[in-house]
């Protein structure tokens, strides 16, 4: 199998090596940068009249490019399409809510596949399970998987809160694909990926959720955001979440919030 280390050695929009990356570049933002949304669409071409009604998103956008991440080691082609991705794997929930947009009018992307994949709580990867050291059933797809948006741009992803494996900070891998076509296997295939990232979270809510089992017995040191050679410390640009409480405790889990605009031509 591939050693995690290959992609602690490749940067923002490098690729892990024989992982070739595109030039696209996307845009992220959170809902925490609303009182300068309006100004980032101004400063482009006004978008259609129907773009700009579509949805409150279209007009909330703002539209600041940002460099791709690495794919990393760990992607495996023919994931599932649902909303569900958990599989039974024990954890903190995590509720991502994932907006789209196009970059340059901000219009939400309809029936775009958004994918992600991530490592459970002892950090191991299904389809790669042992790379982290711990020894656990492996059905190739726990924790990988991905959902359509909606005409509003949105696709929401439930699944739990990573853990992390030797070099990287906790984070989540993220594909945005358009023009897919749904497989009877309950897959896809084809289509154009416009967009390969990473989603990161906030240091002082992992610190919490690492004290609490499964994640505590995890004895893998763990490096965190100012350590990681991905995270750039761009903050949403960067892909950093918008991390809210689901409840009065940490194991109640989070919903995790982030808009994404990637280039569509």
């Known amino acids: 199998m591939t050693d995690s280390s290959s992609e602690d050695t490749a940067l923002d929009g490098t690729a892990a090596a024989g992982t070739p990356i595109g030039r696209r570049t996307v845009l992220i933002a959170t809902g925490a940068t609303a009182a300068a949304l309006a100004v980032g669409a101004a ?3 006004t978008p259609t009249a129907d773009a700009a009604h579509a949805t409150p998103v279209a007009a909330a956008a703002v539209c600041t490019l940002t460099k791709e991440m690495t794919e990393g080691p760990y992607y495996l082609d023919g994931q599932l399409v649902h909303s569900d991705i958990t599989e039974g794997k024990a954890g903190i929930p995590l509720k991502l809510t994932l907006t789209v947009v196009d970059d340059d009018t901000c219009a939400p992307l309809d029936n775009a596949l958004v994918e ?6 002892l950090g191991e990867y299904s389809g790669f399970v042992g790379g982290n050291g711990h020894s656990e059933p492996d059905d190739g797809t726990f924790l990988r998987g991905g959902v359509l948006t909606g005409t509003d741009g949105v696709a929401k992803i439930t699944t739990i809160y990573p853990g992390w494996y030797r070099g990287r900070c906790i984070h989540i891998h ?8 749904l497989t009877s296997d309950g897959s896809f295939t084809g289509g154009q990926e416009l967009h390969t990232g990473q989603l990161f979270f906030s240091e002082t ?5 690492a004290r609490i089992s499964p994640y505590s017995t995890n004895t893998v040191t763990r490096t965190t955001l100012a350590q990681d050679s991905i995270y750039d410390d761009g903050g949403a640009a960067s892909g950093l979440l918008t991390l809210t409480a689901l409840g009065s405790s940490t194991s109640s889990g989070y919903a995790g919030a982030l ?3 990637v280039e569509t031509s």
């Open 259 to 261: 808009t994404v605009g």
């Open 43 to 45: 400063a482009h071409a």
């Open 174 to 181: 993220l594909k945005v694909h358009t023009g897919v076509t």
């Open 116 to 121: 992600i994949w991530h490592c459970d709580a």
């Open 205 to 209: 809510v992992t610190t919490a959720v």
